[in-house]
């Protein structure tokens, strides 16, 4: 039963422009999540996050939205940088403990 | 400030024998998580520590145990391995105690079970 969704498992986007990346989760009691980037050969590195009680977090080019009645965040990328080029993954956590993952999105920014 | 560190970076091991993968948390953390990262999905939750007790447990058998020392730093151990085990092991350390503390992790260990 995957909790967390992302049904793209790749994007193209050109340098400079806006990369949208999008994450489905089924379960209300989620109420603090994460965007995470992950190069091959490296751990996921931490991205951004976002609790349930704000719709929107900005951190430099990384935003975050959050669509509680929709049980859908996005993470927008702008401008796109080839060093974007990444699989990106988003989590979710209801207790604080455990973590649920998406199956990722492979970021690829064409230069 | 120290990352989360994990060794060994790959392991080679036979089916039904026993594997200790080893994580140092990130400095200022208390909490360690473990993850298991098969090839083509997200990272999913072994279990988490703090304060050396398991504090959390996903889907996965008691064959998988873990400890958690003074110096916050971990182990996975896994016993009687099988085919399916084989996948990268993510450790990872957070703040409990600061709500809503994001997971850092360490560059995995990667485990092939033949």
């Known amino acids: 039963d995957q909790q967390v969704k992302q049904n793209s498992p790749s994007l193209s986007v050109q340098e400079g422009r806006i990369s949208i990346l999008n994450c489905d989760y089924t379960n209300s009691m989620f109420d603090y999540f994460l965007w995470y980037k992950k190069y091959p050969a490296e751990g996921p590195t931490f991205l951004i996050s976002i609790s349930s009680i704000k719709d929107k977090n900005e951190d430099g080019r990384f935003t975050v939205f959050l669509n509680k009645s929709a049980k859908h965040l996005s993470l927008h990328i702008v401008p796109s940088q080839p060093g974007d080029s990444a699989v990106y993954f988003c989590?979710?956590?209801?207790?604080?403990?455990?973590?649920?993952f998406g199956t990722g999105t492979s970021l690829t920014v064409i230069p | 400030e120290t990352g989360v560190t994990q060794s060994p970076t790959h392991l080679i091991k036979t089916r039904g024998q026993q594997v200790t993968l080893r994580c140092s948390s990130q400095s200022g953390h208390n909490t360690v998580s473990w993850y298991q990262q098969a090839l083509g999905q997200g990272p999913q939750f072994i279990f988490q520590?703090?304060?050396?007790?398991?504090?959390g447990r996903g889907n996965f058998p008691p064959r998988f145990s873990g400890l958690q020392f003074p110096n916050y730093s971990s182990e996975l151990n896994v016993n009687a391995l099988e085919l399916d085990d084989s996948a990268l092991y993510l450790c990872?350390?957070?703040?409990?105690?600061?709500?809503?503390?994001?997971?850092?992790f360490g560059n995995g260990t990667r485990l092939t079970v033949t």
């Open positions: 520590y703090y304060r050396e007790e398991e504090n």
């Open positions: 990872a350390s957070s703040l409990s105690g600061s709500y809503n503390s994001p997971l850092h």
């Open positions: 989590a979710a956590s209801a207790v604080g403990n455990q973590f649920y």
